[in-house]
């Protein structure tokens, strides 16, 4: 008796070539080439370097010949593509092209820190980015801090400022690789959202722009506690106008930036009188004009005098009225309690 396999003249017991027909079905419009199962493929990390840059500092005009990612943590800078300039804010990041003439420098007080990444990749699903300036999320930020932290051991510093860098000879095991497991998952993420909101509304833009602002202004405040500041230095410092400062801490806080900077120095006041310093030493550390003025704006915020909140933080008895203050409340007590005359 003839098997199925015999009668059709094949080998019934003979392997498979190709897989089995149960596992060749595909979902209709299932992706199959190698190309659109990994779009945005990066072929390699050629330099990189992530500092804190000096408000001196400036790259001069240069072009790369490969995709240059540019990131900034904190401060501010303004980066030449091409013909165009950028502001770039704590948060920002956009990528140069290949052949694109690029050039960074810093803007304001704060020293920006900053990552740039050159790399390839040569497939299309790049092309969104270009002239795209993106504001990192916190998804995002993950692999962005853990590039600046990698680069920095990967790659050996530039002698000069905008000179490339090399790999190390000396790596981790397996350095390269996770250079570029990080890249592509932050490019999978940017081309995500890129895809769902290409160009986000006027107003998500502007309530993006000024949380940047808001940011950068109390990090410019937390470094400058010590002493008083003006509004036109805190625009200096962080790139922007009077008006739009105030635009964003009014629109962000409902309050002003001086508001903020003012309670932010009366906390950090609070601070150093619950670690035992004198009223008059906080006064003249912080540069308030005088003693008084100090006690009065603390009094205004806390409820308490400088005196008395540091004794309470300390566990310490409130203060014994001097002999005057007590005869005088003295005085004040026998009045009230004199019958009046008939």
């Known amino acids: 008796m003839l098997t199925v396999g015999a009668k059709s003249g094949m080998n019934p017991t003979a392997p498979r ?3 089995a027909p149960w596992r060749c ?33 400036v790259i001069p005009a240069a072009r790369t010949d490969a995709w240059q990612l540019v990131y900034v943590r904190s401060g501010t800078i303004e980066e030449r593509c091409d013909d165009r300039r950028v502001l770039l804010r704590a ?48 998804q995002e930020q993950h692999d962005l801090n853990w590039l600046m932290d990698a680069v920095t051991e990967y790659f050996e510093p530039p002698d000069t400022l905008g000179q490339a860098t090399v790999p190390k000879e000396e790596q981790p095991y397996g350095a390269q690789q996770q250079l570029t497991i990080h890249l592509e998952n932050l490019l999978i993420l940017l081309a995500r959202r890129y895809k769902r909101a290409r160009k986000p509304g006027v107003r998500l833009r502007r309530e993006r722009r000024q949380t940047a602002l808001v940011d950068a202004a109390r990090t410019y405040f937390a470094k400058n506690l010590e002493r008083e500041l003006r ?112």
Not at 105 to 128: H, I, K, S, Y
Not at 268 to 278: E, S
């Open 17 to 19: 070539h190709g897989p």
């Open 25 to 57: 079905k595909q979902r209709k419009g299932a992706h199959t080439l190698p190309n659109e199962d990994f779009p945005l493929r990066v072929d390699g990390v050629t330099a990189g370097w992530a500092a804190e840059r000096r408000p001196e500092d």
């Open 91 to 138: 948060g920002g990041l956009l990528f140069h092209q290949p052949a694109e003439t690029f050039g960074m420098r810093p803007v304001g007080e704060v020293p920006p820190d900053v990552l740039r990444l050159d790399f390839l990749c040569t497939q299309a699903g790049m092309d969104r980015f270009r002239g795209a300036v993106f504001h990192a999320e916190p």
């Open 231 to 342: 509004v036109d230095e805190v625009c200096e410092a962080i790139g922007c106008t009077r008006p739009q400062l105030q635009a964003a801490f009014r629109t962000r806080l409902r309050h002003t930036a001086m508001e903020e900077f003012s309670a932010m120095r009366l906390d950090y006041a609070a601070q150093l009188l619950a670690r035992g310093d004198t009223p008059g030493e906080v006064a003249e550390r912080m540069g308030y004009r005088s003693g008084a003025y100090f006690s009065q704006k603390f009094k205004e915020a806390t409820g308490n005098t400088p005196s008395a909140y540091r004794r309470l933080q300390q566990g310490l008895p409130a203060r014994r009225l001097n002999r005057q203050q007590k005869d005088k409340d003295e005085s004040k007590t026998s009045i009230a309690e004199t019958p009046p005359k008939k």
